[in-house]
Nanobody, 128 residues
Framework: QVQLVESGGGLVQAGGSLRLACVRSGRTFSTYTMGWFRQAPGKEREFVAA????????YYADSVKGRFTISRDNAKNTVYLQMNSLKPEDTAIYYC?????????????????????WGQGTQVTVSS
C-alpha cells in the first residue's frame, strides 16, 4: 500500500508564493510518475503538473506554465510544487498523485485515471 500526504497549503495574497510537498510512504515507487491536480468548488479535478522519475517527462497545464514548478527528491520520497505569482483562480484543493507509468505521454500524464494513488489534499486559498 502507498500513502501520499500533502502539506504546505494555506492562505496567501495574490502575487504571493507557496510550496506544496507530498511525502510518500509504503511501497517503493521511485520510478513512478508523480502529479499534482487541483479541484475548486463545483468544478472537476484538473491537471496541474506531472514529472516522471527521470525528469525526462515534465508537463504543466497551460494555466500554470511559467508560474509553477514541479520537482522531486527520490531520496526523500517527496515531490514538490513551487507556486509563484499566485492568482485567485488558483484557489483549490491540491492533490498529489502517483502513477505506475514511468514515461507517460502528455495525454496520459494529464488524465486522472492514469494515477493509482492519491493524497487527501491540501487547501490553497489566494485572496485578491
Amino acid at each position: 500500500q502507498v500513502q501520499l500526504v500533502e502539506s504546505g497549503g494555506g492562505l496567501v495574497q495574490a502575487g504571493g508564493s507557496l510550496r506544496l510537498a507530498c511525502v510518500r510512504s509504503g511501497r517503493t515507487f521511485s520510478t513512478y510518475t508523480m502529479g499534482w491536480f487541483r479541484q475548486a468548488p463545483g468544478k472537476e479535478r484538473e491537471f496541474v503538473a506531472a514529472r516522471n522519475w527521470s525528469g525526462d517527462n515534465i508537463y504543466y497545464a497551460d494555466s500554470v506554465k511559467g508560474r509553477f514548478t514541479i520537482s522531486r527528491d527520490n531520496a526523500k520520497n517527496t515531490v514538490y510544487l513551487q507556486m509563484n505569482s499566485l492568482k485567485p483562480e488558483d484557489t483549490a484543493i491540491y492533490y498529489c498523485a502517483a502513477s505506475k507509468f514511468e514515461a507517460p505521454s502528455v495525454v496520459t500524464a494529464k488524465s486522472v485515471i492514469s494515477y493509482d494513488y492519491w493524497g487527501q489534499g491540501t487547501q490553497v486559498t489566494v485572496s485578491s
